[in-house]
C-alpha cells in the first residue's frame, strides 16, 4: 500500500507484483520529463524520459504515462524485483529551463 | 567513457570553515548544475553554469555560496563560512546540451557535514 511518512511516501509491493508510482508536476508548460532512481547513497539515475508530445513511452520494464489535462506523471514498474528498491523522483522540464524534482517515492519491495 | 566524478565523497568541517566540492563533467558535456539534497528530501536546484559562465544561480543562498565552472579544470561549488544547516548532500550534474535538449547525467554526490 501506499502511505506518506515524515517526508517521503512510501509504496510498499509484494516481489513479483506491478509497480506505479504517481508524480503531480507543477508547470503546465513544462515539455519534457524525467523519472530518476535514486539508490542509497547514491546519486539519481536516469531511469526513462518522454516529451510533452506523447502520453505514454515504454522501457525495459518501465513504462512512463503522461496526463498533461491534470499534470500527472506516472512511472509503472513490471514484475518488481528487489534491486528496484529505492526512491523514484520526477523532473520536469520548461522548454530549457532548469529541472525541477518532485519530492520522492520510495519504493520498497517486500519479499 | 567515465561518467561525472565528484570529490571528496565525503567532507566534514567545522562551523566556520570552507568547504570546497568539486565536479567533474562527463566527456563532452558543457553543462553543469548543482543540487542540494537533504535527508530524506528531493533535489534543489541550485546552479547552472556552462565554462567560464554562470547561466542561472537562482537557487544559491545569496550569502556565503560561489560556484565556478572555469576554462579547464572541475566545477567548484564553494561554501565559506560553513553552517550545520549547509550538512546535506550536494550533487553535481552534467548534460551536452540544456534542459530539454538532454537529459542530466548525475555524480555520486558529496556529503557535507557540518560539526
Known amino acids: 500500500g501506499e502511505s506518506v511518512g515524515l517526508h517521503l511516501p512510501t509504496l510498499s509491493v509484494q516481489e513479483g507484483d506491478n509497480s506505479i508510482i504517481n508524480c503531480a508536476y507543477s508547470?503546465?508548460?513544462?515539455?519534457?520529463f524525467i523519472w530518476y532512481k535514486q539508490e542509497s547513497g547514491k546519486g539519481p539515475q536516469f531511469i526513462i524520459d518522454?516529451?510533452?508530445?506523447?502520453d505514454k513511452r515504454q522501457g525495459q520494464r518501465v513504462t512512463v504515462l503522461l496526463n498533461k489535462t491534470v499534470k500527472h506523471l506516472s512511472l509503472q514498474i513490471a514484475a518488481t524485483q528487489p534491486g528496484d528498491s529505492a526512491v523514484y523522483f520526477c523532473a520536469e522540464n520548461n522548454y530549457g529551463q532548469n529541472f525541477v524534482f518532485g519530492p520522492g517515492t520510495r519504493l520498497s519491495v517486500l519479499p | 567513457n567515465a561518467g561525472v566524478m565528484q570529490n571528496p565523497r565525503h567532507l566534514v568541517r567545522r562551523r566556520g570553515q570552507e568547504a570546497r566540492l568539486r565536479c567533474s563533467p562527463m566527456?563532452?558535456?558543457?553543462?553543469v548544475y548543482w543540487y542540494r539534497q537533504l535527508p530524506e528530501e528531493g533535489l534543489k536546484f541550485m546552479v547552472y553554469l556552462q565554462k567560464e559562465n554562470i547561466i542561472d544561480e537562482s537557487g544559491m543562498p545569496k550569502e556565503r555560496f560561489s560556484a565556478e565552472f572555469p576554462k579547464e579544470g572541475p566545477s567548484i561549488l564553494r561554501i565559506q563560512q560553513v553552517v550545520r544547516g549547509d550538512s546535506a548532500a550536494y550533487f553535481c550534474a552534467s548534460s551536452p546540451e540544456q534542459g530539454s535538449s538532454g537529459e542530466q547525467y548525475f555524480g555520486p554526490g558529496t556529503r557535507l557535514t557540518v560539526t
Open positions: 518522454i516529451r510533452s508530445n506523447m
Open positions: 508547470n503546465s508548460a513544462s515539455d519534457y
Open positions: 566527456k563532452g558535456h558543457s553543462h
